[in-house]
């Protein structure tokens, strides 16, 4: 008889998720963590488009020895459920970087979850995450940073930003911090917004077509996420999979952007 039990609301960590999709995840995907053990000095990078039709769940625990580097880099742009969760243990002198952008309409909730466990002195840790979303779409991030009494001159980051385009879309963060050591630099920020009305006006007055101009906001708004990327193709790789889903939304802004210009003239 099996004892699984499935994430309900009452779990703080599922707490934004879609519990309609959930319930059409198999039972076993729930336990399918991918083990990566980082060697110390050494560096291990990996890059995820979760872009499907169906609930998509992928779970990630990553070990990195001392002076050891670990990057993950996403685009959750599915038109169903999806969620990487990232779980991470630094040793002495490691480093973690993330970069995740959650983009995308529909009624769709997306999502990224870390847990990041400064177990050792030294160690540092960055993430920065982008949400866009339109029509009733939702964009979560949850992140919690963990710093063990020892581990002395921790350096950590988060840093979340959210875009929507329509009045229906949402996003969620919730950063926390745990922290147990007293020389420590951890620092975390979360904005949510809209599109500078006067750039894709000013955009539009010289002769930029508005499709284009939404585009080139949100290309700018996104960057930030892959900027730590070194490969340049693998960003543009990232960047044009998020992008690529934004056509939907283009043909209805412009006209509305065409208009206000009209109106300003």
Not at 224 to 250: K, N, P, S, Y
Request: charged residues 30%.
């Amino acid at each position: 008889m099996s004892s699984f039990v499935r994430p309900t609301w009452k779990d703080e960590e599922w707490r934004y998720a879609d519990f309609g999709a959930l319930d059409r995840i198999e039972p076993a995907d729930f336990d399918g963590w991918r083990q990566v053990d980082v060697p110390a000095g050494e560096t291990f990078r990996d890059s995820f488009v979760l872009d499907g039709t169906t609930p998509d769940l992928r779970r990630l625990r990553i070990q990195v020895g001392e002076g050891g580097r670990a990057e993950i880099f996403a685009v959750n742009s599915g038109s169903d459920y999806a969620r990487l969760e990232v779980e991470v243990r630094l040793a002495r002198g490691a480093h973690f970087q993330f970069g995740g952008v959650t983009i995308g309409g529909g009624e769709t909730v997306r999502e990224f979850v870390t847990r990041i466990a400064h177990a050792e002195p030294e160690a540092t840790s960055d993430q920065v995450i982008r949400a866009v979303h339109w029509n009733q779409a939702t964009g979560n991030f949850l992140g919690r940073i963990e710093v063990v009494r020892d581990a002395q001159k921790t350096d950590a980051a988060q840093d979340f930003k959210g875009l929507l385009l329509d009045r229906g879309a949402s996003a969620n963060a919730r950063p926390e911090l745990e922290i147990y050591a007293d020389d420590v630099k951890c620092a975390h920020g979360a904005a949510i917004g809209q599109l500078d009305e006067m750039a894709r006006f000013y955009m539009a007055a010289r002769g930029i077509a508005p499709d284009v101009a939404k585009k080139l906001l949100v290309r700018a708004f996104i960057a930030d996420a892959f900027a730590a990327l070194e490969d340049d193709d693998q960003q543009e790789r990232l960047l044009d999979a998020a992008l690529a889903v934004l056509g939907d939304t283009l043909e209805g802004d412009a006209l509305d952007v065409i208009a206000l210009a009209g109106e300003t003239a």
